[in-house]
């Protein structure tokens, strides 16, 4: 989607790479936390 819309011209350069570094990180900190995340589901269900 982002692509899309700098391929458009739609967005700057600079927006463009902020938007992505911040899904980026986004994507890291959800990796890292979900294991976690869910051994306190279970251990709450459980």
Not at 5 to 22: N, P
């Amino acid at each position: 989607v982002i692509s899309i819309a700098y391929k458009r011209e739609e967005i700057s350069v600079l927006k463009y790479r902020v938007l992505a570094a911040s899904f980026i990180v986004i994507g890291i900190l959800i990796a890292l936390v979900l294991p976690f995340g869910y051994q306190r589901i279970f251990d709450i269900i459980l």
